[in-house]
């Protein structure tokens, strides 16, 4: 299958700091990537379809100001978690979205907000 | 509204025995599903899809099935073994507007030596 990746793979900060992901789409170009949260023991909820060129879809319940997505490049989808607090520590987790709808999944970044 | 769910949150096998889990999804327009496969710490890994025109499909010791009547989807892993030991998650595709997956609550296989 495709590869994707994610950097970083994890990261610790402050509370109040904003961390940025990225999510690389390393052998295909990607119009469609997605972002994903998951907390512990729980499944994958999706955030946001972020779409090459326009604005990220957001799911509901999910705050776009806090969760700045940019899809500037066909490999290349960024997650921006801004003013981050303790409770936005989870695993977060890209895809790339293949010519048949089909999703490849990045390895995923865990954050930690202390 | 929309849902996926599983029957078992922990399924225990024998290595050797097969393994069956399950998955009930409520969007009866729902075309598309997916098996994954999650190891701690890392990203879900692709075992096998299934389109809804199709009731079962089989892969190297993976089998899907789907019963599109009770909208229930099942994985059959033949001879487990254990690096079997993950969590499962299914995955239906939605259409509204624009694609997007919607997943289980996952189940995790404990593979017994």
């Known amino acids: 299958g495709a590869v994707v990746s994610q950097h970083p793979s994890w990261v610790i900060c402050k509370s109040g700091t904003s961390v940025k992901i990225e999510c690389r789409s390393l052998d295909f170009q990607a119009t469609t990537m997605f972002w994903y949260r998951q907390f512990p023991k729980q499944s994958l909820m999706l955030m946001a379809t972020?779409?090459?060129?326009?604005?990220?879809?957001?799911e509901q319940g999910v705050e776009k100001d806090k969760f700045l997505i940019n899809h500037a490049s066909l490999t290349l989808s960024t997650l921006t978690v801004t003013s981050a607090h303790p409770e936005d520590s989870s695993f977060y987790i890209c895809?790339?979205?293949?010519?048949?709808?089909?999703?490849?999944f990045g390895p995923g970044t865990r954050l930690t907000v202390l | 509204g929309e849902s996926v769910g599983l029957h078992l949150p922990t399924l225990s096998v024998q290595e050797g025995d097969n393994s069956i889990i399950n998955c009930a999804y409520s969007n009866s327009a729902s075309d598309y599903f997916i098996w994954y496969k999650q190891e701690s710490g890392k990203g879900p890994q692709f075992i096998i899809d299934i389109r809804s025109n199709m009731d079962k499909r089989q892969g190297q010791r993976v089998t899907v099935l789907l019963n599109k009547t009770v909208k229930h989807l099942s994985l059959q892993i033949a001879a487990t073994q254990p690096g079997d030991s993950a969590v499962y998650f299914c995955?239906?595709?939605?259409?509204?507007?624009?694609?997007?997956?919607?997943f289980g609550t996952g189940t995790r296989l404990k593979v017994l030596a």
């Open positions: 972020s779409n090459e060129g326009s604005k990220a879809t957001y």
């Open positions: 895809s790339s979205e293949g010519p048949y709808n089909e999703q490849f």
């Open positions: 995955a239906e595709m939605v259409t509204s507007g624009t694609y997007k997956y919607i």
